[in-house]
T-cell receptor, first 115, second 115 residues
Framework: AQSVTQLDSHVSVSEGTPVLLRCNYS??????LFWYVQHPNKGLQLLLK??????LVKGINGFEAEFKKSETSFHLTKPSAHMSDAAEYFC?????????????FGGGTRVLVKP | KAGVTQTPRYLIKTRGQQVTLSCSPI?????VSWYQQTPGQGLQFLFE???????NKGNFPGRFSGRQFSNSRSEMNVSTLELGDSALYLC??????????????FGPGTRLTVL
């Protein structure tokens, strides 16, 4: 079975310090992985995705993630947190091997940024 | 291009009623997926439609159904509402969903409250 686990339900950082959000997946094949962000009362916005090209993926707003097959991880990082980064972050994997979309999401990590 | 739009944004219904939610995808997108988001269960995949056909399905009871029209607009219907159906329902569209790497773009969601 394929699944996604976000290891921290809450992360608190100070503005200007690095952010690390951890995501592990289990899949019997090479997956497509995504990170989405959700601000309060909003839909999901794509930050970045891994599609088996480069293992280090750069996204919007200074975020990047590294795919590590040996560790089955896809952690999200940002060198310097900004107040506007306070939101909930979701790691997701597309379970549909054939055509189509069927995202399975992790439980989410809520990020608090302290001034 | 205009983003994914969902109507209505908020709904209040009572147990036993039925409800229809609407989603208009990004122009040119042919795949529409639906997700349910609740505090307890997180984000869960409901179903995906492509060219008016259901292509993927999640693990929800038959009370949850959907359809897609020739212009790619989609509706989902929930019959015999239960309190547990209270959730944010998110719609996502993608260009053709040919592969699992396709990016899904999410709408703002419809907040359904069942009393």
């Amino acid at each position: 079975a394929q699944s996604v686990t976000q290891l921290d339900s809450h992360v608190s950082v100070s503005e200007g310090t690095p952010v690390l959000l951890r995501c592990n997946y289990s899949s019997s094949y090479s997956p497509s992985l995504f990170w989405y962000v959700q601000h309060p009362n909003k839909g999901l916005q794509l930050l970045l995705k891994y599609t088996s090209a480069a293992t280090l993926v750069k996204g919007i707003n200074g975020f990047e993630a590294e795919f590590k097959k040996s560790e089955t991880s896809f952690h999200l990082t940002k060198p310097s947190a900004h107040m506007s980064d306070a939101a909930e972050y979701f790691c997701a994997v597309n379970l549909s091997r054939a055509a189509g979309n069927k995202l399975t999401f992790g439980g989410g990590t809520r990020v608090l940024v302290k001034p | 291009k205009a983003g994914v739009t969902q109507t209505p944004r908020y709904l209040i219904k009572t147990r036993g009623q039925q409800v229809t939610l609407s989603c208009s995808p990004i122009s040119g997108h042919r795949s529409v997926s639906w997700y349910q988001q609740t505090p307890g269960q997180g984000l869960q995949f409901l179903f995906e439609y492509f060219s008016e056909t259901q292509r993927n399905k999640g693990n929800f009871p038959g009370r949850f159904s959907g359809r897609q029209f020739s212009n790619s607009r989609s509706e989902m219907n929930v019959s015999t509402l239960e309190l547990g159906d209270s959730a944010l329902y998110l719609c996502a569209s993608s260009s053709d969903g040919r592969g699992s790497t396709d990016t899904q773009y999410f709408g703002p969601g419809t907040r359904l409250t069942v009393l």
